[in-house]
Structure formats: C-alpha cells, structure tokens
C-alpha cells in the first residue's frame, strides 16, 4: 500500500510534505516516507503507551500526540500544526475502520483551511464522504475490503 502512494506522489512531483498520520500507531508510516520525501511528520493516536515510546525515540522531523480526535480541542490543535507547515503539501492519512463520521468532520475542518491530498486505506463506504473531493488515485485489489484511494480537497468556501 505506502509503495503505490509514494510512488503516486513522486509521479506527481511532490516533495516537500507535511504527513498527519490520524491513527498513527507505531508510525510505520513515518519511518517509510521520511525514507523518500522531505517531510515532517505528525502523529496522533489514542493510545497513550505508544506515543510515549515514540516520543521517547526523539525522532527528527516528527510530533506525536497522544490525543482523543474527538474533541473540538483536538482538531483546533491539529489546524493550529498544519498552519505552522503552510510551505509543505499536506497529506493526510487514514487507515482501516476509521469512523466515517469523524473522518468527515476533520475533513471539512481542514478544508476550512488549506488545500490537501487525503490517503484512505481500507475505508469502507468512502464514497460517503461529505465534502466536495477529486479522486486521483483508486486501486482495488482481490479482497473486496483491501483498497486505496487518494483525493484532493480544495479549500471549501
């Protein structure tokens, strides 16, 4: 799955990026793109032991929160980072059984704010999102449920 989306945005010439991994576990994918783009990086996850262990890596480049993205307060702290990135692309990236309702409502948030790219693996049903988009890149693969799509959202006004 990351080889297909790395190897779509360097077809596209994007290079310098700000990656929010929403869900990020053990940053799996932090350590893959740092490996082929200048990027920074931005982690969130429930799971309090996690993010202490890669806090406690001190890995370049990269912030992790451990944060419940649920709260209003959340998301302003996640638009508050991605306006100190404004020079990088924003990549924002989802995983597997992410509630679709939350996942809409961080979606519109951002494009409140700034264009960007979302990565979405494994989403079921994501043609229920509520936010104008243009899909750029879809694969499905043999298991119904295993599929990546990448779209763009403009800045909704």
């Known amino acids: 799955f990351l080889s297909l989306v790395r190897n779509y945005f360097i077809k596209i010439k994007i290079s310098k990026i700000l990656f929010i991994d929403l869900g990020c576990g053990y940053s799996r994918t932090q350590f ?5 783009f200048d990027s920074y990086f931005i982690g969130y996850d429930y799971n309090d032991n996690i ?3 890669l806090k406690n890596k001190k890995i370049n480049r990269a912030k992790f929160y451990s944060s419940n ?21 924003l990549l924002v990236f989802f995983s597997d059984s ?15 704010k700034c264009n960007f790219y979302c990565i979405l693996i494994n989403i079921k049903k ?15 693969f043999k298991m119904k449920n295993r599929n ?10």
């Open 32 to 36: 893959f793109f740092s490996k082929s």
């Open 126 to 140: 994501n043609n229920l999102l509520k936010i104008k988009y243009k899909t750029v890149f879809n694969k499905s």
């Open 51 to 53: 993010i202490n262990y």
């Open 69 to 89: 993205l649920r709260k209003k307060s959340t998301v302003k702290s996640l638009i508050t980072n991605i306006n100190k990135y404004k020079n990088r692309n």
């Open 98 to 112: 992410f509630d679709l309702y939350l996942l809409n409502e961080i979606l519109i948030n951002i494009s409140k």
């Open 148 to 157: 990546i799509k990448i779209i763009k959202i403009d800045v909704q006004r």
